[in-house]
């Protein structure tokens, strides 16, 4: 592997695993959706961004280019996502027993992940400021390098979140009635505080 594209694999793999361990909406999702169902739920939410972000990056691009004084768009998406995210708070802030719960609903923890995702800033202004940058210089240089930084940036964005999902799904075992909805409901404000801000 050449210079160029080792450093950019490791650009990469660093910025990802720093948006993968960065406490965020689509995070405490993870961990929410894996208590609350298992490691499994999770996991999928984990998995979310490689689904997701295509469009974001094709749209990011275009933002780029055409709108890069213009920050209605970000608003418009920051207001839908922070709404949503403050609905999902909400819910976890009303936690009935785990047992209750499982018994209530289906998870849909793909579709809550890509809603989450889709309406969250975050992955619009990476890809915007950072992302689409430095993909477009690398494709510049080498398209190889491109799609180095992209491997490294994914691999290691949805294996933290993975790891976070296999944590939390260890320790829901530890936590019962009380506890478990205790937790449920910090989940729910810290995703009520990502919704407000």
């Given at each position: 592997?050449?210079?160029?594209?080792?450093?950019?694999?490791?650009?990469?793999?660093?910025?990802?695993?720093?948006?993968?361990?960065?406490?965020?909406?689509?995070?405490?999702?993870?961990?929410?959706?894996?208590?609350?169902?298992?490691?499994?739920?999770?996991?999928?939410?984990?998995?979310?961004?490689?689904?997701?972000?295509?469009?974001?990056?094709?749209?990011?691009?275009?933002?780029?280019?055409?709108?890069?004084?213009?920050?209605?768009?970000?608003?418009?998406?920051?207001?839908?996502?922070?709404?949503?995210?403050?609905?999902?708070?909400?819910?976890?802030?009303?936690?009935?027993?785990?047992?209750?719960?499982l018994l209530r609903a289906a998870p849909q923890s793909l579709r809550k992940?890509?809603?989450?995702?889709?309406?969250?800033?975050?992955?619009?202004?990476?890809?915007?400021?950072?992302?689409?940058?430095?993909?477009?210089?690398?494709?510049?240089?080498?398209?190889?390098?491109?799609?180095?930084?992209a491997g490294g940036f994914y691999v290691c964005l949805?294996?933290?979140?993975?790891?976070?999902?296999?944590?939390?799904?260890?320790?829901?075992?530890?936590?019962?009635?009380?506890?478990?909805?205790?937790?449920?409901?910090?989940?729910?404000?810290?995703?009520?505080?990502?919704?407000?801000?």
């Amino acid at each position: 592997m050449g210079q160029g594209l080792a450093a950019s694999l490791g650009i990469g793999a660093a910025l990802g695993l720093s948006a993968g361990l960065t406490p965020g909406p689509l995070l405490a999702l993870v961990v929410s959706q894996a208590l609350a169902h298992g490691v499994r739920e999770g996991l999928k939410v984990a998995f979310v961004p490689i689904l997701t972000d295509i469009p974001i990056v094709l749209a990011s691009l275009f933002v780029l280019s055409r709108f890069s004084e213009s920050r209605l768009i970000l608003g418009l998406i920051s207001a839908a996502g922070g709404t949503y995210l403050l609905r999902l708070g909400c819910r976890n802030l009303r936690t009935p027993p785990r047992a209750e719960r499982l018994l209530r609903a289906a998870p849909q923890s793909l579709r809550k992940g890509v809603i989450v995702n889709l309406l969250s800033p975050n992955p619009y202004l990476f890809w915007m400021t950072v992302g689409a940058p430095a993909m477009r210089s690398g494709w510049e240089r080498r398209p190889a390098a491109a799609l180095a930084f992209a491997g490294g940036f994914y691999v290691c964005l949805v294996g933290a979140q993975a790891a976070a999902a296999a944590a939390a799904g260890g320790v829901e075992r530890w936590f019962g009635g009380r506890a478990y909805r205790w937790l449920m409901r910090g989940l729910g404000a810290l995703l009520a505080i990502f919704g407000f801000v």
